[in-house]
Structure formats: structure tokens, C-alpha cells
């Protein structure tokens, strides 16, 4: 999946990094060859330092809770709950980092739900370890990668979404943030938030 | 399309199907029901004639008896005669066409039935029977169809998982350690250590490959015409080939193992079009076929066509299409692969019959 569309998220300031130069890491991903392959990739950049490198989403929500984390380097396939599952949860923190969901696979449907799940990149793991430390410092910076979709298939995907999921879909992809989503459509923020889950739960469709 | 023809023979055969019997009834070893019990009722009532005669005008015997006399005896004996076949053929007719119809009965449709079947006489509870056994022998097939397909997307789920848990993962993992390699390597190394990065980067594209099309991801969600659709579309993003479809609107329900053969087949056409075809193009299409009047009588019709360089004459039937037909038949579908009529490039059917389908 071609990710095109470059936009700043202004949500996320520059100041959040405060003092700190370097980008803080988290790496969640249920693949410990994998876990080792992203541990030595980050190890020799020397903007960036890796938090912790953990199995499943709950560990990762932990951490991201503890300390501090700039980007989240989120594999989708996690042994339980999965990526955009954390991704939505680490975007209700106080202080949320920004998203990188990094999975096998990322075709249309997946890349329709991390929109839904508000992730900030997708990059796929057949990319260069230079591709992925360049998407890193992107994200780091507030810059978001939203996911081209095709046509036809965004029609598909529309689908499985009734009306005003599909009005939030559209406001989503367009990159419009949640606040101006809601206040554009006339929903309270617990309205939008559980018609999130829903069309998360819709996009994604069984595990697998 | 000689080699499609004996294939199709080897699937009937291997199944143990057989079509309509096609030579006559071999000639019988036994002298036939009716026959046999119409000759002894005949020996009966000549013996019977004859004692009552010899009983009656005991005195007559030696005499020369009338020849007016004769004929009537004569001629009541036959009466009786023809009148026990008569009689007989109505109670053995039954029975008879049992036979013909369990020998002409079709294995691979098995909607027929004996008609008229009552429980009347011993012949009708024999036909009302044979309806039962067909009707069980109909549904014991049909779960043996959804056992086996379900038992091989099983297999080929838990085989797209291994290969995207284990070798896809692995391969990932080498890829960011060969960066790491690349980002210390020095002159020719460094060249040398990108050939082996374009190299894992091909085998993973492949696994993922081999993977998608393990798996019809979301066809149990999706549908068949929403699946269908993802899938023309994964065709022209991934492999260049642009797939155009139509896909008609309110078809009916369709069993879960009609759904999946169709989306097997199309995707197993789509693939040949990407890999034989030369092909840039193809069409995809899905609906009902011919009458809109006789609703019952409908086929739903898949079809997938290029526009390429067609069958080769003799072509022998590889894997695919081989899994193609076989599926097609679990499911008492028809398979046509031909070279297109009206330009170049090949079509395949896969023809459906609805009214099997919603009898079920």
C-alpha cells in the first residue's frame, strides 16, 4: 500500500518532545525474531531510543502508561488483542504517542481500519529497515501517512458501515481530527467513541 | 478440449458416479416373476380342469368327449389364463419399474424420485423405500461436500498461517538485520549485502503471496459478491492486471460451499490469467443465467474471461484447473474453459444450478 496522502496532525505539538532530542520507541510485536531484527535496527540510529520492546498490546498499554513514548512501532497481528486495538487505546492517553502500525499485510481493508483506529502510518514488513526508521522520524514528527485507498474498494468497505459510520469514514480519511468530526456531524464525543469501536469491529471482521 | 472430456470421465469415475446407464439391462439369468408364477397358475387350472373332469364324468373317459365340449374347456382354460396375467402383470408391473428406475437413476443429481410412490401395496412401500434411501443417500452427500471442502480451507488456513507466523516473520527479521549489515558495509559489500536484501524481499512478497491466496479472507463476513469484489480489485493492484466486474445485484443465498467453490474458482481463473494469459485485462462476472420467467429453473453463472493468448490446442489440464473441476463437481457445478468466440483470449464458467441449490 502506497501511502501518499502526507499531512500534519496538529494535534500532536513539537513541544510534546520537550527537552528530549531523541525519539522515544516503543516496539510491540508478538514475533521475537522480529522483536530482536527492530531492537538492533533502532539500537544503531542515534536519534532514537528504544523504551521497551514487548509481546502483546496489554504490555505495550502498560508501558506507554508508565513512561513516556514518542512513536509506537505496533505489529496488527498480535497474539490477543490486536494493533489497532492498542493503537485506539494509546490515543486516549493523556499524552498519546503517535502510531505505526507495521504488519504483513496492508491491503485495503486493513488500511481502511487503521484510519478508523486513528494510527498515524502504515508500513508494511517487507520494506527496507531504512524505509521504516525514515516513516519513524516522519510520524515522530507529526506527520501523518494516511492510506490511499482504492475506489472501488473504499465502496466496499462503505459497505459494511451504515450512514453515519460512513460520513465518520469519510471526515477520517479526509484527515479531519475527532473533535471537528463531532462537532461537524452533531455527535457527542461518547457517540463518535463507540461508533469508532463499531466500525472497527466492522472492518476488520474476523480475526485471522 | 479432448484432455477436459477424459478428465471429466476420470472425476466421474474416481467419485463412483456413473450418468444415466447407458448400455440396456444385461440379459437376465432367471426366468422373470411374472412368468413364473403365470406358468404355474396356468399348470394349476389345467390340472385342475382335468381332475375335475376325470371326477365329474368319470364314465366319459374312454368315450371321445364332444368337440363343442373341448373348445368351451379349451376356451375357459385361456380365459382364465390370460385374465391370472392380466391380474399379475398389474401386482409385478410396480416392481419391474423399480427396477428400471434404481438402474436409471442419476448419482450425480439425486433429485429424482419414484412418483406415484404409496404404501398401498408391498411394491409401493419398496418405491417409498427407495425414495428414503435416495433421499439420505442425498444428504449424507451433500455433508460429505461441506466436510471435505471445509476440511481443505482448514488446511489451507492453518497453512497460510504458518507461513505468515513462521517464514514471513523470519523473513522480516532478516530483512532489518541485513539493514543493520547494509548501514556498516563498506564498497562492494554493501552492493553485495542489497542483491541479498532484493532477494528476501522477493521470498517475502512471495510467502505473502502464497498466503492471500490460501486464505478467501472474509468471505464468511464479506459475502460472495463483496469477496469477489475485493478480490478483482487485489488482482489489479498487485499484479497488474486489470479486472473490470459485474456483479448482479439481490442474488439469492447461497449454501456457504457454493460461495467458496465459486470464489476458488474465480480466483483460481484470475491467477491462470496473470500467469498463462499474457493478458493485461480480464472481466469477471456473476448472475443468473437465461429464463427470468421459470425462476426455478435458473443457473447462477460465474464467468471470468481474457483476452490473451488463449488455450494452446492440445492443452493438458494442470493443477489448477484440475482443482477447479473437482470442486466444481463436489458441488454439482459444471466447469467450461474455452477459447473465446468472438476475440481472442479464453472464458470459463462455472455453471450453478439454483434449483439443487434451494431444494436442499
Redesign the interface.
Known amino acids: 500500500m502506497s501511502s501518499v496522502a502526507s499531512k500534519p496532525a496538529p494535534r500532536r505539538t513539537e513541544a510534546r518532545a520537550g527537552s528530549r532530542d531523541r525519539t522515544r520507541v516503543l516496539v510491540v510485536d508478538d ?1 521475537p ?2 522483536r ?3 531492537r ?2 533502532l539500537a ?1 540510529e542515534a536519534d532514537f531510543e528504544l523504551v521497551a520492546a514487548v509481546a502483546t498490546a496489554e504490555a505495550g498499554l502498560e508501558v506507554a502508561e508508565r513512561d513516556s513514548i514518542d512513536v509506537a512501532v505496533v505489529d496488527y ?1 498480535l497474539g490477543g488483542r490486536n494493533g489497532l486495538w492498542l493503537s485506539r487505546k494509546l490515543k486516549r492517553l493523556p499524552q498519546p504517542p503517535a502510531v505505526l502500525i507495521y504488519s ?2 496492508t ?3 486493513l488500511a481502511a481500519a487503521t484510519v478508523v483506529a486513528e494510527s498515524d502510518a502504515l508500513v508494511s ?2 520494506r ?3 524505509d ?1 526508521c525514515d516513516a519513524v522520524r516522519s510520524v515522530a514528527s507529526g506527520r501523518r501517512q494516511l492510506p490511499q485507498l ?1 475506489p ?2 473504499g465502496e ?1 468497505v462503505r ?2 458501515l451504515d450512514h453515519e459510520q460512513q460520513a465518520i469514514f469519510g471526515l477520517l480519511l479526509a484527515g479531519i481530527e475527532l473533535e471537528e468530526v463531532a462537532a461537524t456531524l452533531g455527535l457527542t464525543m461518547a457517540r463518535l467513541e463507540s461508533q469508532l469501536w463499531a466500525m472497527l469491529r466492522g472492518l476488520e ?2 480475526p ?1 | 478440449m479432448t484432455a477436459v472430456a477424459n478428465r471429466d470421465a476420470q472425476i466421474a469415475e474416481a467419485r463412483g458416479h456413473r450418468r444415466r446407464h447407458p448400455k440396456a439391462a444385461t440379459p437376465r439369468g432367471y426366468v422373470p416373476l411374472l412368468q413364473r408364477v403365470a406358468g404355474i397358475n396356468a399348470a394349476l387350472v389345467v390340472v385342475a380342469v382335468v381332475v375335475t373332469i376325470l371326477v365329474l364324468t368319470p364314465a366319459k373317459v374312454s368315450a371321445l368327449a364332444l368337440d363343442e365340449e373341448v373348445a368351451v374347456v379349451l376356451g375357459a382354460v385361456a380365459v382364465v389364463v390370460l385374465a391370472n396375467v392380466y391380474l399379475l402383470r398389474r401386482v409385478v408391473g410396480p416392481v419391474q419399474s423399480l427396477t428400471r428406475f434404481a438402474r436409471e437413476v442419476d448419482l450425480d443429481n439425486l433429485q429424482d424420485r419414484v412418483p406415484e410412490a404409496r404404501p398401498t401395496s408391498e411394491a409401493g412401500e419398496l418405491a417409498l423405500t427407495f425414495n428414503e434411501m435416495l433421499s439420505r443417500l442425498d444428504s449424507e452427500r451433500r455433508d460429505s461436500t461441506a466436510r471435505v471442502l471445509r476440511a481443505q480451507e482448514d488446511e489451507r488456513l492453518r497453512i497460510a498461517q504458518e507461513l505468515h507466523d513462521q517464514v514471513g516473520q523470519d523473513l522480516t527479521a532478516v530483512l532489518l538485520g541485513l539493514s543493520r549489515v547494509s548501514s556498516q558495509a563498506q564498497g562492494g559489500m554493501r552492493d553485495d549485502v542489497r542483491a541479498v536484501q532484493d532477494t528476501v524481499r522477493n521470498s517475502l512478497e512471495e510467502v505473502r503471496r502464497i498466503a492471500l491466496e490460501l486464505r478467501p479472507e472474509a468471505l464468511d463476513d464479506l459475502g460472495l459478491a463483496d469477496s469477489l469484489a475485493v478480490l478483482a480489485e487485489r488482482f489489479s493492484q498487485q499484479l497488474g492486471l486489470e479486472v473490470s466486474y459485474r456483479i448482479e445485484p439481490d442474488l439469492p443465498v447461497l449454501p456457504p460451499e457454493t460461495e467458496l467453490v465459486a470464489y476458488r474458482v474465480a480466483q483460481e481463473a484470475l491467477t491462470n490469467v496473470a500467469r498463462h494469459s499474457a493478458s493485461t485485462r480480464a472481466s469477471l462476472t456473476l448472475g443468473r443465467d437465461g429464463g427470468t420467467q421459470d425462476r426455478d429453473r435458473d443457473n447462477l453463472v460465474l464467468t471470468v474471461r481474457d483476452y490473451g493468448l488463449g488455450m494452446p490446442r492440445h492443452n493438458i489440464a494442470g493443477a489448477g484447473i484440475r482443482g477447479m473441476r473437482e470442486r466444481a463437481a463436489l458441488i454439482g457445478a459444471e466447469l467450461e474453459i474455452t477459447n473465446s468466440v468472438s476475440g481472442p483470449g479464453c472464458e470459463v464458467y462455472l455453471t450453478v444450478p439454483l434449483e439443487a441449490e434451494e431444494r436442499g
Open positions: 514475533h525474531a522480529v530482536a531484527g527492530l538492533g535496527l544503531d497481528q504483513a499485510y491491503d485495503g481493508l514488513k517487507g527496507l529497515g531504512a521504516l482504492p472501488r474498494l466496499s459497505c459494511r471482521g474476523p485471522g
